[in-house]
T-cell receptor, first 115, second 114 residues
């Protein structure tokens, strides 16, 4: 079975500080992994995804994530937080088998950026 | 181009009534998904359509929930005899069918069951 765990339902950082949002997955085989962002009163938007190519994945808005098989992790980082990064972030996993493309989401992490 | 659209954006209904939620996927996307986002349960997968294959209904919480996808495009999620615990935001997404492709999400339908 596929699942993801996001440690920390709320994370607060100061503007300009490092952003680190944690995600660990549980899967019998390396899955596809995604980070989505949801801004207030908006739909989900893809930040980045890992699909067994490069382990360091760069996404939009300066975010990146590194797939670490040994740690079963896919943590999201950004070197310097902006006020506009305040949102809820969801890690998701999809099984790699052909035809099975539904996503299993973590519980989300709400990021607050303090001016 | 147009993204995924959903209607209505908000729906308030009384307990026991049936509701229909509509999703228009991105043109050319063969895969369509329904998810539910609620305070207590987070984001849950409900059902997945891929081309002409039988849908994956493994996420539907009860037999009161059903969905159809007509002509490989528009989808309708139907909830019969609604209960208060059905109150949530229902999200639709579509993608090119290949596993690992980005899913594009609609704005959702907020369902409130009184």
């Amino acid at each position: 079975a596929q699942s993801v765990t996001q440690l920390g339902s709320h994370v607060s950082v100061s503007e300009g500080a490092l952003v680190l949002l944690r995600c660990n997955y549980s899967s019998s085989v390396p899955p596809y992994l995604f980070w989505y962002v949801q801004y207030p009163n908006q739909g989900l938007q893809l930040l980045l995804k890992y699909t067994s190519a490069a382990t360091l994945v760069k996404g939009i808005n300066g975010f990146e994530a590194e797939f670490k098989k040994s740690e079963t992790s896919f943590h999201l980082t950004k070197p310097s937080a902006h006020m506009s990064d305040a949102a809820e972030y969801f890690c998701a996993v999809s099984p790699p088998q052909t035809g099975a493309n539904n996503l299993f989401f973590g519980t989300g992490t709400r990021l607050t950026v303090i001016p | 181009g147009a993204g995924v659209s959903q209607s209505p954006s908000n729906k308030v209904t009384e307990k026991g009534k049936d509701v229909e939620l509509r999703c228009d996927p991105i043109s050319g996307h063969t895969a369509l998904y329904w998810y539910r986002q609620s305070l207590g349960q987070g984001l849950e997968f409900l059902i997945y359509f891929q081309g002409n294959s039988a849908p994956d209904k493994s996420g539907l919480p009860s037999d009161r929930f059903s969905a159809e996808r007509t002509g490989g495009s528009v989808s309708t999620l139907t909830i019969q005899r609604t209960q208060q615990e059905d109150s949530a935001v229902y999200l639709c997404a579509s993608s090119l069918g290949t596993s690992g492709n980005e899913q594009f999400f609609g704005p959702g339908t907020r369902l409130t069951v009184l």
